[in-house]
Structures are given as structure tokens and as C-alpha cells.
Antibody, heavy 124, light 106 residues
Framework: QVQLQESGPGLVKPSETLSLTCTVSGGSINYYYWNWIRQPPGKGLEWIGSIYDSGTTNYNPSLKSRVTMSLDTSKKEFSLKMSSVTAADTAVYYC??????????????????WGQGTLVTVSS | DIQMTQSPSSLSASVGDRITITCRTSQSISSYLNWYQQKPGKAPKFLIFSASSLQSGVPSRFSGGGSGTDFTLTITSLQPEDFATYYCQQSYSAPWTFGQGTKVEI
């Protein structure tokens, strides 16, 4: 059974770069989209971006200028970097798999499974 | 971006009740609509895909319907473990977007 686990600092200073890594265990990296989704305290879910097994990325336009995702297939890890963070970036960050394991576009796919989430607080 | 609007934002119900949550999209998305359940302090759990297909292991008291721009999630005979927040999500086009959530309270 596939499991995802986020790791990274829980506290980041304003204007600095947030860096998180997600480790995938129990399943293949191939033919899936690997996503980051965040949730500010007490609020809803926001899709940040995805990376395919080929390394192709797709970012939310609202965050695109500050976000970079990468994938290390040998380590079965993917990462998120978000620059110039502010208090508005304080959230629980989830890493999430998308797709059904078949080579296909992401239309019609779903987010499952999710990592447990990691709270990142932006504060000096 | 496709905007998602859920209603109501919250509702109070009792064990055994039947409830319906509505999700409306800003443009037609055919049946590319998913539903998730989230309990406090936990990651969302995937429930329904393609508007009406239950994920494996999801109880049959959950059902989804709709197409185009209007969708529903119905829970018949509400159980204690169903009290949670529910989110719809469109899988038609990126950026993938979610509704604001519906909190189901006792």
C-alpha cells in the first residue's frame, strides 16, 4: 500500500524559501502525478502544483512565480520549494498522488493517497 | 480557473438523518467531479470520483450525482463517523480547484 510522508522545517522566516520533501513508499513513481496541496489553518484546500514521472511540472498560476517542484525517481522523493514566503503561506502542506497508474492525462483523476500533512509556519 | 461553490457551508444533523450537500461549478465540467471527507487534524480521504462512482471501501450510504455544473453528495442514514467536513474538487482542468467545504455537525 502506497504511503507518502512529508518532511521539512516547520518554521520558516518571512521572505525566505520554504522547502519540503515527500517520500513515497510501497509503490511506483511511474505513471502518476505527484502533487502538493496546502490548507491554511481553519480554511480550505489549495492545489499548489504537480510533477509527472517524466519531470513535467504544472503549477497553480496564483503561485507559479514562487514555486519549483522536482522529482528524484531513484530515491522515490519529490520536493517543493516556495520562495519569498509570507504569513499567508502558513498552512498544512500535503503531498498527494494523482492518477491511476496508467499513462494518461490527469483529467478525470483524483487525489489519493495523501500524506499526513506537515504544518509550516511563516514567522520571524 | 474553475470556481467551486458548495452549499451549505455547514449543517447540523442527527445520527440516522439523510443529508445532501451541493457543489456548483462556474463552468460545465461534465462528470469530472470528486468528493473528499476530512476529519479534524487528518488529511482528506477520497470518497467519490466521476461524480457518482464510489471509491473502494466507501460505505454505500454515500452517493454522488450530477453533471455539467451542479453536483450533489448524499449521505443516507448518517453515522457518528460521518461527522466531518466534505470537499468537492473538479478534475476537468488545471488548476485543480476545491469547494470551500461543508462542515457536517451533530
Amino acid at each position: 500500500q502506497v504511503q507518502l510522508q512529508e518532511s521539512g522545517p516547520g518554521l520558516v522566516k518571512p521572505s525566505e524559501t520554504l522547502s519540503l520533501t515527500c517520500t513515497v513508499s510501497g509503490g511506483s513513481i511511474n505513471y502518476y502525478y505527484w502533487n502538493w496541496i496546502r490548507q491554511p489553518p481553519g480554511k480550505g484546500l489549495e492545489w499548489i502544483g504537480s510533477i509527472y514521472d517524466s519531470g513535467t511540472t504544472n503549477y497553480n498560476p496564483s503561485l507559479k512565480s514562487r514555486v519549483t517542484m522536482s522529482l528524484d525517481t531513484s530515491k522515490k522523493e519529490f520536493s517543493l520549494k516556495m520562495s519569498s514566503v509570507t504569513a499567508a503561506d502558513t498552512a498544512v502542506y500535503y503531498c498527494v498522488r494523482q492518477g491511476d497508474g496508467l499513462p494518461a492525462a490527469p483529467r478525470g483523476s483524483w487525489f489519493d493517497p495523501w500524506g499526513q500533512g506537515t504544518l509550516v509556519t511563516v514567522s520571524s | 480557473d474553475i470556481q467551486m461553490t458548495q452549499s451549505p457551508s455547514s449543517l447540523s444533523a442527527s445520527v440516522g438523518d439523510r443529508i445532501t450537500i451541493t457543489c456548483r461549478t462556474s463552468q460545465s465540467i461534465s462528470s469530472y467531479l470528486n468528493w473528499y471527507q476530512q476529519k479534524p487534524g487528518k488529511a482528506p480521504k477520497f470518497l467519490i470520483f466521476s461524480a457518482s462512482s464510489l471509491q473502494s471501501g466507501v460505505p454505500s450510504r454515500f452517493s454522488g450525482g450530477g453533471s455539467g455544473t451542479d453536483f450533489t453528495l448524499t449521505i443516507t442514514s448518517l453515522q457518528p463517523e460521518d461527522f466531518a467536513t466534505y470537499y468537492c474538487q473538479q478534475s476537468y482542468s488545471a488548476p485543480w480547484t476545491f469547494g470551500q467545504g461543508t462542515k457536517v455537525e451533530i
